[in-house]
C-alpha cells in the first residue's frame, strides 16, 4: 500500500514565524488532504489538494503530484496553529485515506 | 450545516463488555468511514460503506469488531468482548462519495473509549 511520510515530526516556533511542513508519498493519489488536529482531537479540514495550490488566508498548500510530495505553509503563525497536522493520502484504487504520522506543531507567544 | 456527530464522546467499559458506538454523517453523504486513532499516532482506516452496503472491512482488527450501516445513513460501530488493547479514539468521517472534489472526507469529533 502507499506509504506517507511527514516532516519535520516537531516543530517549536514562536508567534510570528513562518514555517513549511512537508508530505511525501509512495505511489498515485486521487485524494490528498491537509487536517489540523486540535487540542480537543478534532480533525479540520484544511486543504483538499490532490495536485496544484490553494491558499485560504494565513495556510497555503501545493502538491506536485508527478514528484509525490505536498507541502503546506504557515504564515505569521498564530498561538491557536498549535496541535498536529496530518496529511492524508488516497489512491485510485481504493477509497480510504492513509494518514502519515503527522507533525506536531507548538506555538509560542 | 450540521457537521459528522458522533455519541456518546467518551465511553468507559470494563474489560469484556460490549460496546456501540453511534456516527451520524452529513446529510446525503453517500460514504461513511470509520478509523482508529490510537494515542500519539494517525488515525487507521477500520471499514468502508457506500450507502447501506459495506464495501471495504480490511481495516477491522479482529471478528470482535462489527459495523453496520442498515438505512445507508446512520452507523454503528459495535465492539464485543472489549480488550484494553481496544482503547483508542473512534473517528468517523463521510463523503460526498462522487469523483474528484466530492470525495473530500469531513471527520467528526470522535468517540475515546478507555477500556479498564
Known amino acids: 500500500g502507499i506509504q506517507v511520510e511527514q516532516s519535520p515530526p516537531d516543530l517549536i516556533l514562536q508567534e510570528g514565524a513562518n514555517s513549511t511542513l512537508r508530505c511525501n508519498f509512495s505511489?498515485?493519489?486521487?485524494?490528498l488532504q491537509w487536517f489540523h488536529q486540535n487540542p480537543w482531537g478534532q480533525l479540520i479540514n484544511l486543504f483538499y489538494i490532490p495536485s496544484g495550490t490553494k491558499q485560504n488566508g494565513r495556510l497555503s498548500a501545493t502538491t506536485v503530484a508527478t514528484e509525490r510530495y505536498s507541502l503546506l505553509y504557515i504564515s505569521s503563525s498564530q498561538t491557536t496553529d498549535s496541535g498536529v497536522y496530518f496529511c492524508a493520502v488516497g489512491s485510485y484504487n481504493t477509497d480510504k485515506l492513509i494518514f502519515g504520522t503527522g507533525t506536531r506543531l507548538q506555538v509560542f507567544p | 450545516g450540521a457537521g459528522v456527530s458522533q455519541s456518546p464522546r467518551y465511553k468507559v467499559a470494563k474489560r469484556g463488555q460490549d460496546v456501540a458506538l453511534r456516527c451520524d454523517p452529513i446529510?446525503?453523504?453517500?460514504?461513511l468511514f470509520w478509523y482508529q486513532q490510537a494515542l500519539g499516532q494517525g488515525p487507521e482506516f477500520l471499514t468502508y460503506?457506500?450507502?447501506?452496503?459495506?464495501?471495504?472491512k480490511s481495516g477491522l482488527p479482529s471478528d470482535r469488531f462489527f459495523a453496520e450501516r442498515p438505512e445507508g445513513s446512520v452507523s454503528t460501530l459495535k465492539i464485543q468482548r472489549t480488550q484494553q488493547e481496544d482503547s483508542a479514539v473512534y473517528l468517523c468521517a463521510s463523503s460526498l462519495g462522487l469523483a474528484g472534489a466530492y470525495n473530500e472526507q469531513f471527520f467528526g469529533p470522535g468517540t475515546r473509549l478507555t477500556v479498564l
Open positions: 505511489d498515485s493519489v486521487n485524494n
Open positions: 460503506f457506500q450507502n447501506e452496503a459495506q464495501l471495504d
Open positions: 446529510s446525503g453523504h453517500v460514504s
